[in-house]
Each structure stands twice: as C-alpha cells, then as structure tokens.
C-alpha cells in the first residue's frame, strides 16, 4: 500500500467517528482522564516515529539535450525518528507545538544510462537530520477520552551528515545539508490513566531547492531542482 492510499485509510478511520457521533452538549460524559489532562496549560512528551522520504525531481534543459542519461528518478528510503514533545494550549481547541526530533533517512536517485553495456545505477543519500517543527494544532470536542486533531506547521531540517565521505565524492550528486518543508498531518488522542497517547500521520514537503548544482558533473546537470519529501508515522507518548 502506498503512502497516498495509506493516508486515506488512515483518514477516513480516524474521522469516521467525528461526524457518526452526536454531540448533545454533554461533552464531559466518559471523559474521565481527559478532564484530569485539560487542567495543564503545558506539558511534555516523546515521539517515535517510521518515516518513508523521497525527492522530487525536476529535470533540466540538459536532460533533454544529452545523449547518455535517459531517465532520473527518486525512490522512497524507510527511516527513523526520535523526538521530543513540547505543546502549550491555547484556549479549548487549539495548541501550539515544538518538536525537536533527530531523524534518520534513506534517499535514493536513480539513473538509467543509453549505453546498452551500462546498468541502471543509483546515487544513495543517507541522512541525519536534526529537525525543529512548530506546528499549530486544532482539537476536536472529546468523545469518551479521546479527540480528533489535524496539525500544520513549518519544518526546519539540518542534515548533520552531509560532509560524510560519500557525500563530497566528486562523483556524487550533492544534496544541500538545510531545508525548509511546511506540514499537513491528522491523528487522534487516546487520554489513559497515566498518559496521553497520540497516533499521528503527517506529510512534509520541501520547498527551496536543496540541490548543490555542479555543471562538470552530467547527473548533477541532468537535474534542474530537487525538493524533500517525507510521510511520517508517529506515536506521541505525552502528559
């Protein structure tokens, strides 16, 4: 299942109950824990998350005019997160969200050449992020110790591993190490006894070029701007 169908699942399970359920004005019945929870102005937490990220690849003017490269594409990498949680309330329905997290990712762009005695070949980026998100956060009324959420924000990302080895091969492609995405996402909160747990899914995309453009080397040359792209999975465990 891809990241798109994955998402419409996801959604459709999640606010399936919002708009089933009626809301007779009585919105604390069942909420035993979330009224213990919604005392606190600010509280903390941890995240642990499965990410999938990819580019988005645009080609050049010289893709169409060499001779040796015919196609350039970027294949989605599984990875990592690990985070922290900081989120301050902002009246009933709202909040606001600091998550610094440090990622790890898997990045591919793969070429296949003209020549008959060349295989298609790839040019694997492994990533450290070190990223810093602020999201605003919108909650839906409680329904039996859990609510709805959709979240948006912007993302600031430093990849801690860009002068690796590999990166600075003068045959490699090369990806800026900082990026800038904007975040969409939704989820649900589960108030339990002792914590808050919050499935979430979110999409990140980049939008300044993170490509380094070298016109000596041809894969670099083929390519006219690449953008992040990022489908993450997370469990925030907070209280």
Do not use: C, W
């Not at 670099?220 to 997370?234: A, G, H, Q, W, Y």
Request: zero cysteines; charged letters at 20%; a neutral charge.
């Amino acid at each position: 299942m891809n990241s798109s169908a994955f998402f419409r699942l996801f959604a459709f399970t999640l606010f399936l109950p919002l708009f089933t359920m009626e809301v007779d004005g009585q919105t604390a019945r069942g909420n035993y824990n979330f009224l213990d929870f919604n005392q606190k102005p600010y509280y903390f937490g941890i995240t642990l998350a499965y990410n999938n990220s990819n580019f988005r690849v645009f080609q050049s003017r010289e893709f169409i005019l060499n001779d040796s490269i015919t196609r350039v594409e970027s294949v989605t990498g599984p990875g990592f997160n690990l985070g922290i949680v900081t989120n301050l309330k902002i009246g009933e329905n709202f909040d606001v969200r600091f998550l610094p997290t440090l990622s790890f990712g898997e990045r591919n762009i793969n070429y296949a050449a003209t020549r008959s005695d060349r295989r298609p070949y790839a040019r694997r980026i492994e990533s450290v992020f070190v990223e810093m998100p602020f999201h605003a956060r919108y909650k839906s009324v409680p329904f039996h110790d859990m609510r709805l959420f959709v979240i948006a924000g912007v993302k600031y990302s430093f990849d801690v591993a860009s002068d690796s080895r590999s990166r600075n091969a003068e045959s490699l492609v090369k990806i800026a190490p900082n990026d800038f995405a904007y975040e969409i996402g939704a989820g649900v909160q589960m108030f339990l006894p002792y914590f808050i747990f919050s499935p979430e899914i979110k999409f990140s995309h980049g939008f300044n070029n993170i490509l380094i453009f070298d016109k000596e080397l041809e894969e670099s040359s083929v390519i006219d701007r690449v953008l992040s792209r990022t489908f993450t999975l997370s469990f925030h465990f907070e209280g």
